[in-house]
């Protein structure tokens, strides 16, 4: 028996959605768990994207693409900290 085409696709994605699954369930778990972590990883993002050289366009760019990270690491310190109060 031929698999086809559109069998392939089908396993495919069924096996991404479970890879999902567990890989989102572990992430979830470590931002619940690692408020720490994510502030000093945060801080540190903040630092070097202050000490960036900055002398071109693209350097902007680079120093501006390290502070959005640094904000989502931040966002999700906060949402740690909410949850970890809120499970107390």
């Given at each position: 028996?031929?698999?086809?085409?559109?069998s392939?696709?089908?396993?495919?994605?069924?096996?991404?959605?479970?890879?999902?699954?567990?890989?989102f369930?572990d992430?979830?778990?470590?931002?619940k768990?690692?408020y720490?972590?994510?502030m000093?990883i945060?801080?540190l993002?903040?630092?070097?994207?202050?000490?960036?050289?900055d002398?071109t366009?693209?350097d902007?760019?680079?120093?501006a693409?390290?502070y959005?990270?640094a904000?989502?690491?931040?966002?999700?310190?906060?949402?740690?900290a909410?949850?970890?109060l809120?499970?107390?």
């Amino acid at each position: 028996m031929a698999v086809t085409s559109c069998s392939r696709v089908v396993i495919l994605n069924l096996s991404l959605y479970v890879l999902n699954l567990f890989y989102f369930r572990d992430m979830k778990k470590f931002i619940k768990e690692s408020y720490g972590i994510l502030m000093g990883i945060g801080f540190l993002f903040i630092l070097a994207g202050r000490y960036y050289p900055d002398e071109t366009r693209t350097d902007n760019y680079i120093a501006a693409g390290i502070y959005i990270v640094a904000a989502v690491i931040f966002t999700l310190a906060v949402i740690s900290a909410i949850s970890s109060l809120k499970n107390k």
